[in-house]
């Protein structure tokens, strides 16, 4: 019953922007860490951005400056803006939930992940 649906990806040219959303349901969103991972073929997933229930940020390197994570308690969804896409944008994009009210940025610390939504941004 605990579902995390992403969507919003898609085909966008370099340079352009994307905005993901992911629909919280059957657990209480108020206290769960929200995430945004993203995997690539042949590489590990990784952390792109977090958001604590609290509002506090963290990002990866290489997206710091162009994405930027937000949540909308009211609608249980979080979103991931996404600008100044590069083609090593590309990955499958996956929404994660954490318990706990303090930032979680490790992987394994999550209990909840979506499908994930494919970004491909090409050049």
């Known amino acids: 019953q605990e579902q995390l649906v992403e969507s919003g990806g898609g085909l966008v040219q370099a340079g352009g922007s994307l905005r993901l959303s992911c629909a919280a349901s059957g657990f209480i969103f108020s206290i769960y860490c929200m995430g945004w991972f993203r995997q690539a073929p042949g590489k590990q997933r990784e952390l792109v951005a977090v958001?604590?229930?609290?509002?506090?940020?963290n990002y990866a390197d290489s997206v710091q400056g162009r994405f930027t994570i937000s949540r909308d308690s009211a609608k249980n969804t979080v979103y991931l803006q996404m600008n100044s896409l590069k083609p090593e944008d590309t990955a499958v994009y996956y929404c994660?939930?954490?318990?706990?009210?303090?930032?979680?940025?490790?992987?394994?610390?999550?209990?909840?992940w979506g499908q994930g939504t494919q970004v491909t941004v090409s050049s």
């Open positions: 994660a939930a954490a318990p706990g009210i303090w930032l979680r940025i490790k992987k394994d610390e999550y209990t909840y």
């Open positions: 958001i604590s229930s609290g509002g506090s940020t």
